[in-house]
């Protein structure tokens, strides 16, 4: 069957909100499916800004003055090598990502215990 898709957005055009309505209704029932409204930002609303986030990121920000403590929870925490540990406790940055937040917050209680500084995001 020859599809022609012009021509049928231009006759789709020729209805009236009646004959639509109806249009619909007739493809759920033959289908078997139902129409439902994608919920994108704007349609979301202030409900969504509520939203409590559920995935967090352990950002390491300073190791601080005790960097052997702070290499050694990075290494517990990760499974790195040492001397990846060691790098990441000089630069800094993200230990995990996307974890649970009560996980992160135990994270970040075991690295500030050792004096490092450090971000939930």
């Known amino acids: 069957m020859a599809y022609d898709k012009q021509a049928l ?17 007739g493809l759920k029932e033959t289908w078997g499916v139902t129409a439902a409204v994608a919920a994108g ?10 939203e409590e986030k559920t995935e967090f990121d352990v950002v390491l ?14 290494r517990a925490i990760t499974g790195l090598g040492l001397k990846e540990a060691k790098d990441l406790s000089e630069k800094g940055g993200v230990l995990k990502e996307g974890i649970a937040k009560d ?10 215990g050792a004096g490092a500084k450090v971000e939930l995001k």
């Open 9 to 25: 957005i231009d006759q789709l055009g020729q209805l009236t909100i009646m004959e639509l309505a109806d249009l619909i209704d």
């Open 103 to 112: 996980e992160a917050e135990k994270m970040k209680a075991q690295l500030e």
């Open 41 to 50: 930002p704007a349609a979301a609303g202030p409900a969504a800004a509520v």
């Open 61 to 74: 920000v300073d190791a601080g003055a005790s960097k052997i403590n702070v290499i050694k929870e990075i």
